[in-house]
């Protein structure tokens, strides 16, 4: 039981190149989300996945897109990376979206350079 | 919407010192309540939760009580170590918002030996 993972861990990009963080979980969880983690801003919901087959924005959107793949996999991409992109990246998953635990990923490690 | 206020921090104590983290919360109805611990490198992992009013959560030698009528639900721990070095979030997931859930900032907790 591996829980949530996402690859890969580390990334360094150029400015206006693309790329995906992929996230996976085995704990057959309908909901998913993505967020982003910057020094002294906590986390920020980028996507979530509340079941699948269905994708919403979360608070910071832009820049962004995600694909719920299948009921275990919820992929992030980056159409052309910008340095305001440089962040942590984590995953994570839940039974529900309503009052349930998050279970989280190790992150994903990104500079935009 | 909804909204969390943790202590900010960096926190410093001595080891075997009374740890007490802050958290307050803005929602409507009946959130749950959540304290999310994130070591260095990793991952934010549950901690404790409580689903309601006057629940005391429990983990770990750490403890918090869902107050509904102060709208807190503060951290504590009457010994630290060293090992409970780490980033401590409080969250909350409700009905509302589309049970999706609201992090604070986090606290940065440091304890030394």
């Known amino acids: 039981n591996a829980g949530v993972t996402q690859t890969p861990k580390f990334q360094v990009l150029k400015t206006g190149q693309s790329m995906t963080l992929q996230c996976a979980q085995d704990?057959?969880?309908?909901?998913m989300y993505w967020y982003r983690q910057d020094p002294g801003m906590g986390l920020r919901l980028i996507y979530y996945?509340?079941?699948?087959?269905?994708?919403d924005k979360g608070e910071v959107p832009n820049g962004y897109n995600v694909s719920r793949l299948n009921k275990r996999e919820f992929s992030l991409r980056l159409e052309s990376a910008a340095p305001s992109q440089t962040s942590v990246y984590f995953c994570a998953s839940s039974e529900r979206t309503s009052g349930n635990t998050q279970y989280f990923g190790p992150g994903t490690r990104l500079t935009v350079l | 919407g909804n909204s969390v206020t943790q202590m900010e921090g960096p926190v410093t104590l001595s080891e075997e010192a009374f740890l007490t983290i802050n958290c307050t919360y803005t929602a409507t109805g009946y959130p749950s309540l959540f304290w999310y611990v994130q070591y260095p490198g990793e991952g934010l992992q549950l901690l404790l939760k409580a689903t309601k009013a006057d629940d005391k959560g429990s983990n770990k030698g750490f403890e918090a009580t869902y107050r509904k009528e102060t709208t807190s639900f503060h951290l504590e721990k009457g010994s630290v170590q060293v090992s409970d070095s780490a980033v401590y979030f409080c969250a909350l997931s409700g009905e509302t918002n589309a049970g999706k859930s609201t992090f604070g900032d986090g606290t940065t907790l440091t304890v030394k030996p």
């Open positions: 996945s509340a079941s699948e087959g269905t994708t």
């Open positions: 704990m057959n969880h309908n909901s």
